[in-house]
């Protein structure tokens, strides 16, 4: 049960950084990526309501499959912003 409960804390946590990610100023996304992103996204939606509802019966592996999912998208959205977007948020990285 505390292996459900970590990844369960893992997934939260992968979900709040996506969210910064998408709600910082002045950066954009290429439209492919974010469709990618939704698309991980909402198949990790999908495996976590399988939990839920009691489709799925192992939950470590569903929360393992659901966490590389979602680390799949914040990676696809960090390394998918545009080069300008890159660019602003290294110089305010410099400022500090």
Excluded: P, W
Aim: charge should be neutral.
């Amino acid at each position: 049960m505390k292996i459900e409960v970590e990844r369960a804390l893992r997934v939260k946590s992968l979900s709040n950084d996506i969210l910064e990610q998408l709600l910082e100023d002045r950066i954009s996304f290429k439209e492919k990526d974010l469709r990618n992103a939704v698309e991980l996204l909402a198949r990790s939606v999908q495996d976590l309501t399988n939990l839920y509802v009691g489709v799925e019966e192992d939950h470590v592996s569903t929360l393992k499959a659901t966490i590389m999912k979602m680390k799949i998208c914040h990676n696809t959205l960090y390394y998918g912003k545009s080069k300008e977007s890159l660019e602003n948020e290294n110089a305010s990285l410099k400022k500090f």
